[in-house]
């Protein structure tokens, strides 16, 4: 299986129907935590929503069109780390993440970003990633500010999420620039 160590206790591996269950395990376990940002989870109701929408993200990747990764921390999934979209054409990534509660605060999510950009722009030969963050979410807005994204805007009522719609705050990060992690 393929998969990326990015610290001692941290790793990543492509996201693969095995890691049905637990995907849904942790959303499920999470979904009072998640819910207020991410709009795609009421859709999760049972692992064969999640092993559907695993085999979705295997047909991006084949496509060279996304890129989702799972977060394994010291052995067990705590998350999710991706391209979201890959435009090939115009070089652009945009990275999408969620991390379950019990293991927010670490650094994991901020050093699994700052992998997912390396690979991005070393190997997938992307000359710009993207982060989309709710503006209210400022856990989630945190990454891209500590990893020297620059802020250029917002884009309003874009997400909705229950009742709710929120702006977003538009980061982005060239590969001529420095990351900052």
């Known amino acids: 299986m393929y998969y990326r160590r990015i610290r001692d206790d941290l790793q990543v591996a492509l996201c693969m129907p ?50 989702h990764h799972v977060l394994l921390y010291q052995g067990s999934l705590v998350g999710v780390v991706s391209f979201n979209s890959i435009d090939k054409i115009n070089g652009i990534g945009q990275i999408g993440y969620w991390l379950g509660e019990p293991y927010t605060q ?22 710009r990633v993207e982060i989309r963050c709710a503006v209210e979410n400022w856990r989630s807005r945190a990454i891209p500010e500590r990893l020297g994204f620059e802020l250029e805007g917002t884009l309003r009522s874009v997400q909705k999420v229950g009742k709710a719609r929120y702006a977003h705050a538009v980061y982005g990060l060239l590969a001529s620039e420095q990351l900052s992690y």
């Open 18 to 67: 095995q890691h049905a269950d637990a995907l849904f395990t942790l959303a499920d376990e999470n979904r009072e935590y998640l819910k207020a940002w991410l709009s795609w989870l009421d859709a999760m109701q049972t692992v064969e929503d999640t092993r559907q929408f695993i085999q979705s993200t295997q047909d991006e990747f084949a496509k060279g069109a996304a890129l």
């Open 106 to 127: 670490r650094g994991l999510m901020t050093a699994a970003v700052a992998d997912l950009i390396h690979l991005g722009f070393n190997e997938l030969c992307l000359e």
